[in-house]
């Protein structure tokens, strides 16, 4: 029998999206028609203790926005860089969900920044 060569994730996406995303994208495209689980739900499930962008290993549930609730509301470019890489590892493909204009902020993500400093990690694990 021939062997795959897909890491054993491959074929399950790990969504992530920042603290200010829209709710209807984390709960009912996500969690409900897509069924695509979160880098919280499998941290929690499979990682517990071991977030690399937190002093206590603890999972948030969203990637921070650039300075909490005091800031614009774009994701923090650091932290999901962090995480993409820790589930990088495990052969599971990011689902980055980013915002142009969030509801309530109306805070825009620096797509071309984020691909930029991706590129390397999808080169890495392919």
């Known amino acids: 029998m021939q062997q795959s060569s897909h ?6 996406p790990i969504a992530f999206y920042s603290e200010d995303t829209h709710y209807s994208i984390t709960k009912i495209v996500i969690v409900r028609a897509l069924e695509i689980r979160t880098f ?3 941290g929690e499930n499979e990682y517990k203790g071991q977030c690399p962008i937190t002093s206590d290993g603890q999972w948030p549930k ?8 005091a800031g614009s509301g774009s994701i923090d470019i650091n932290k ?3 995480l993409v890489e820790f589930f990088a590892r495990t052969g599971s493909p990011p689902l980055i969900i980013l915002n142009v204009g969030t509801t309530f902020k109306g805070a825009y993500d620096d797509v071309e920044q ?12 392919k």
């Open 7 to 12: 890491p054993k994730n491959a074929y399950h």
């Open 40 to 42: 919280y739900e499998i």
């Open 62 to 69: 969203e990637v921070p926005s650039e300075n909490g609730n």
């Open 80 to 82: 999901l860089i962090q």
């Open 114 to 125: 984020i691909g930029y400093r991706l590129k390397p990690i999808v080169e890495r694990y």
